[in-house]
């Protein structure tokens, strides 16, 4: 051990547990209080320029990964200090903060830490062996990450981990005494794990039992040791780049509180659907519920999202989806998903024959806003006898989602939120919409017929053009 060690653990009155925060770190890590957490564990992006895709196995959503950093290590250093003066603030006196790095940075970030934690605080560089993966034909094989540890002063909670003797040690530290034997020098616990592990397993094989499909998932076992050598229960433990949520995963079986933050409101879905998994009631804040929040997303994250409020299932295919990115629960129709605004007629004109071609009578396209031209295609072939083309705006699912209420409470079955479909959104927005009808107004879009549109979309038009 180093330091003094404490072995106590002092209630967090004042922040609150138990929480997923969707949020750039950054921000959120500004607004906690000084001094209140026990543990850190972050998995940063790695300065490796890669891009991670992945189609999870139920092909519900496209989970990607960016650790590009366009202006080199400066940059990519510059936006980790930024974040790690945060961390170090947030930190109690007796906290521990373990840093998981890889060759790519982890000299020049524990320069960094250094100069935030002080050298002096620098407690071990871990080693974690794995094996699995391609072999290069000019170098040595690159199969360790490197785990940085950093107090924030001399008195720090931490309890040795250890492993079984092996044979050979057992055999040799015994004696025979009057034909006894005695173990010499031996504790009963084993021997202390070092700084170096190899005992740890990756995650590798798609097999795996704890494989979720993340693309930088960390396996149960790594973050158990840590929890347990730097943590006692009742401990808060914080994870900021949160992933597929190992840390608070792992905490909450361990007893401690727990805390989770990632800017992807994928990874945060992923989370969530985790804990409730265990047992336990994640509080989610910061997932954007508005249009203005929404159009920040990326555009995996925003077809994520759709196709999550939909209670849709993605397509299954990584590319060449032929203009389909998903499709409704119930009916298993097309949707197309665009994160733009301004949605012309050619993409209703391509989409019908999207459509038409997976042998459906119906499909979607959600945007955040469509053409006069788009209306009039759309309603032109379903006047036709063509696919029908249904375009559905952001703020049409926001609104229809706020229609339906929650099924009535029993005293048998628990209260639970809906769970619509597409089509039960927008049934919902519709019966809701004929209650919106005023006298000498025109009708609500939704109770138009295809005539009626493509007339409103003309008039419109000669509108603009005469002014």
């Known amino acids: 051990m180093w ?34 957490v026990d543990l850190i564990y972050l998995d940063p992006p790695f300065f490796s320029n890669r891009t991670y895709e992945v189609i999870w196995g139920d092909e519900a959503e496209v989970r990607s990964f960016e650790d590009r950093w366009e202006g080199g290590i400066e940059v990519y250093t510059g936006w980790m200090r930024d974040r790690m003066r945060h961390l170090h603030r947030i ?85 025979a005494v009057k034909g006894k034997y005695f173990d010499k020098g031996l504790r009963a616990e084993g021997t202390p794990v070092n700084d170096w592990w190899t005992d740890v397993p990756k995650i590798t094989s798609p097999n795996d039992r704890e494989k979720l499909g993340w693309p930088t998932q960390k396996s149960e076992a790594l973050l158990e040791r840590i929890i347990m050598a730097s943590s006692k ?61 929404l159009r920040d997303l990326k555009p995996f994250e925003f077809q994520n999202w759709v196709i999550r409020h939909i209670h849709g299932n993605g397509a299954p295919r990584k590319s060449k989806d032929m203009g389909i990115d998903g499709y409704s629960f119930l009916e298993h129709l097309p949707i197309q ?95 809701k919409a004929e209650d919106w009808t005023i006298p000498g107004l025109d009708p609500p879009r939704w109770r138009r017929t295809a005539d009626e549109l493509v007339e409103s979309s003309r008039r419109s038009v000669e509108h603009v053009g005469a002014g």
Request: proline share 7%; net charge positive.
């Open 3 to 36: 330091g003094r060690v404490v072995d106590t653990v002092n209630p967090v009155a004042y922040l609150e547990s138990g929480v997923l925060f969707c949020d750039d770190n950054l921000h959120r890590l500004s607004e906690f209080p000084a001094d209140c």
């Open 91 to 175: 930190l109690k006196p007796t906290g521990t903060l373990y840093l998981h790095c890889d060759w790519h940075a982890g000299h020049y970030l524990k320069v960094m830490c250094d100069g935030i934690f002080g050298s002096r605080n620098f407690r071990n560089e871990i080693v974690w062996c794995y094996a699995g993966g391609g072999i290069p034909k000019n170098d040595f094989p690159r199969k360790h990450d490197t785990i940085l540890r950093y107090t924030k002063g001399k008195d720090y909670y931490f309890a040795p981990i250890y492993r079984p003797y092996s044979a050979g040690t057992v055999q040799r530290g015994r004696t």
């Open 233 to 293: 229960p009742g401990a808060v433990v914080l994870d900021p780049f949160c992933g597929c949520g190992t840390t608070v995963a792992v905490a909450h079986r361990l007893g401690r509180q727990w805390l989770g933050i990632d800017i992807s409101p994928t990874a945060t879905g992923v989370m969530q659907r985790r804990m409730a998994k265990l047992g336990a009631t994640a509080k989610v804040i910061g997932v954007p519920v508005t249009d203005a929040g």
């Open 337 to 431: 998903i665009k994160r733009l605004d301004g949605v012309g007629r050619n993409v209703v004109d391509n989409f019908e024959t999207a459509v038409e071609r997976d042998g459906k009578h119906k499909g979607y396209i959600v945007a955040f806003s469509f053409t006069s031209p788009a209306h009039e295609e759309a309603a032109r072939a379903k006047a036709t006898g063509k696919c029908e083309v249904v375009l559905v705006t952001v703020s049409d699912l926001l609104d229809a989602a706020q229609t339906l209420a929650p099924i009535a409470p029993s005293t048998r079955i628990p209260r639970r939120p809906p769970t619509p479909d597409l089509m039960q959104l927008l049934t919902a927005l519709q019966e």
